[in-house]
């Protein structure tokens, strides 16, 4: 049933083999009777070919037995193959499991009619499970087999998995324009035990190191952004160039404006002057030990 563990060539269900056993039957005995047809056969000829050396018969009657002796060894062939296939529809009612794996679909019930062609049950092996994804046509000339990918999982809100891109489609979706990646596990054993869950990824297409600030950090305007930097217990109002936005920490790359080290207010208001005064504050007791020194404004 569904969610059972199996191995490799565990018998999974039975299908009523009473019809295929009687063709299997009748299909050995009409093998037999052909073999008793051949046997009698090759005797008339012998005992015909011996009576010809004597002048008793002639050439026309033996060659009349030669050819019944091949007509009859032609049907013990064809009942023969007959027997074969009987036995391989009888050993097919018995379905086993191809691998090992989890019974993730159950199709058919004890007692249901099923055709040939139908599917009964689903197999899945966990270490075959893979990351399916789905690039824009924009990207597709940063992507390559062999790139390093990070993933998240529903269901799986603690866990991130790395894998590799092992394979990239070569056509487009007509509709969506969008690119299939398929993607492995680096480590299939930590790998998901459930399949068609949604999950989102990153393809690592290039590195490069930046200094970073978080959006809540920035301040918009129509014409550019600035940041709040506080240095010599001064508020400093900063012009900021930025770069294109990181997709999974959500933070700016700054290209101009600031230096490393620098100090910004992570939350600024807009009450702010460039040259307003502050001052260090601890931060509160109850605070969690991680918990940064705030900046009071004056």
Request: charged letters at 25%; proline letters at 4%; aromatic letters at 4%.
């Amino acid at each position: 049933d569904n969610g059972h563990k199996v191995r490799g060539g565990d018998l999974l269900m039975r299908l009523d083999d009473t019809a295929l056993r009687d063709n299997l039957a009748s299909a050995e005995e009409a093998a037999r009777a052909a073999d008793e047809a051949v046997e009698q056969s090759e005797r008339q000829v012998r005992r015909l070919s011996t009576l010809k050396q004597q002048g008793m018969v002639s050439a026309a009657a033996l060659e009349d037995a030669e050819i019944r002796r091949t007509g009859a060894a032609s049907d013990l062939a064809a009942a023969k193959a007959r027997v074969v296939a009987a036995r391989q529809q009888l050993q097919r009612t018995l379905v086993r499991a191809p691998f090992a794996g989890i019974v993730s679909d159950r199709k058919a019930s004890v007692g249901d009619t099923v055709q040939v062609g139908r599917e009964l049950v689903k197999v899945l092996d966990p270490a075959s499970m893979r990351f399916e994804g789905l690039v824009s046509a924009d990207r597709v000339h940063e992507l390559a087999v062999g790139q390093p990918v990070r993933f998240s999982v529903n269901g799986y809100p603690d866990s991130d998995f790395d894998g590799t891109v092992r394979r990239i489609d070569v056509s487009a979706n007509a509709a969506t324009r969008q690119l299939a990646v398929v993607v492995e596990f680096n480590d299939r054993a930590k790998a998901p035990a459930v399949a068609g869950l949604f999950a989102e990824g990153l393809v690592r297409t290039g590195e490069s190191r930046a200094l970073t600030v978080p959006d809540r950090a920035l301040v918009r305007t129509p014409e550019a952004g600035h940041v709040w930097r506080a240095a010599a217990g001064k508020l400093q109002k900063v012009a900021v160039q930025l770069g294109t936005r990181d997709a999974r920490s959500g933070d700016w790359p700054v290209l101009e404006g600031l230096a490393q080290g620098d100090r910004v207010l992570r939350n600024p208001g807009s009450g702010l002057a460039d040259g307003q005064a502050y001052e260090m504050a601890a931060a509160p007791a109850a605070a969690a030990p991680s918990a940064a020194a705030s900046a009071a404004v004056k």
